[in-house]
């Protein structure tokens, strides 16, 4: 796979760039503070963790369904006067999406070093769907086509996936509920997530039913939250405090043909999902393939989208990721463990970036679980993925990690996607 790529070309930025700061405020419900306040904390903290200064930050990246702040009014919280910024519509897909545009701002020589930041209030605010602040909102666009339909919500508009999906590859809910499973137990070994209890297959298939075929704890947490990451170029990246987890390869929001958000099931196959097409620029980008990862971060709205996204991107072959799934891979202690962190299902609602910053830890082998910290300021890893937390030696950390993969979603018909590397 690598044998065939001139990566001196310089349309390839392989391993050019890397992740060297990573921040994010408290999980919460109820933050009590604006999405402005919930910026800056987060950059703040993706600041200190780098040891970086506010004049060393010239470019500021952020996205968001019109229900945060823009990023000039942040840089003036923080003292920074940036040489390029810019604010983009979106939500899913848009972390990867905006760690390559990143990149491709400080190659045009726009500016050195980017953050990128979420900010969400996305419990107490603007809730997805038919709930919260977005309910009194006119209904305009799109959205007329929609209310016929019923198709207020994410998993009303992408249940026709799911429904296909089904039927396709033979996929049960027994299978798609080992999603949550694996993923409440990562979360029982971290101390910030949202929902830490541990979760059985009976647990998902006995909580009411959202919309056919979605469960409620087929369904992600609302929270909120503010997330930010720092990117740089790897010859900047060692100035810095930790070891930078390096960039490979980067999609950014790769569609499917006719890549209608609303009508996105008329495309077939139906069940196929934008991944499909991504994995063609990915892979040969990242100068690896899906059986070389040793952690994914699925964007896991739903526990379909994350078995689709595994399947589409090559680590499970088509029809099988029931399989897959059955097999305990995406466990901690299994094949290729995903979303370690409790990733949407249970840990946080990030739009994508919680994903991100798990995998930038896990690459630097300083997950905070609840491992003691020993003289030297570090934690003393136990690898003990059994016993739950709070109880001390309650473990995350992978023991071996070199790549990762993070796959970002919008919806069924787009896709980001990005590969790291331990620096």
Known sequence: MTTDIDTTAPKYLRDKYAIIGIGETEYTRGSGVTTRKLATTAIRHAMTDAGIRPDEI???MSYSGNDSVQSPMVAADLGMRLNFYTDIFGGGSSTENLVGLAIGAIEAGMCKTVVIFRSMNGYTEVRIGGTGARAQ????????????????????????????????????????AKVKVAHSRHASQNPKAYYKNRMT??????????????????????????????????????????TPARILGVVGRCCKPGNDITLHYQYGPISRVAAWYAKDLLWPNAGHGPEEMDATGSYDAFTFTTALQLQDYGFAPPGEIGDYLDSGAIQLGGERPNNTSGGHLCEVYTHGMNMVIENVRQLRGEVDDYCP??????????????????????????????????????????????????G
């Open 137 to 176: 909102a006119p209904l305009g666009g799109d959205r007329l086509h929609n209310a016929a339909y019923g198709w207020f919500s994410a998993g009303q508009n992408f249940s026709q996936t799911f429904m296909r999906a089904m039927h396709d590859y033979n996929l049960t809910p027994e299978q798609l």
């Open 373 to 422: 910290v020993g003289p030297d300021g570090k934690r003393q890893h136990t690898y003990d993925y059994e016993t739950p937390g709070p109880t001390e030696g309650a473990c995350r950390q992978l023991k071996e990690v070199n790549l990762t993969a993070n796959l970002g979603w919008a919806y069924p018909a787009a896709a980001s996607a990005l590969v790291m590397r331990k």
């Open 58 to 60: 010239d470019g500021m």
């Open 201 to 242: 297959v009976d647990d998902v298939l006995n909580s009411r039913m959202i919309v056919k075929p979605l469960h409620l704890l087929d369904c992600c947490v609302e929270t909120d939250n503010g997330t930010a990451i720092i990117v740089t170029s790897a010859e900047r990246a060692y100035d810095y405090r930790h």
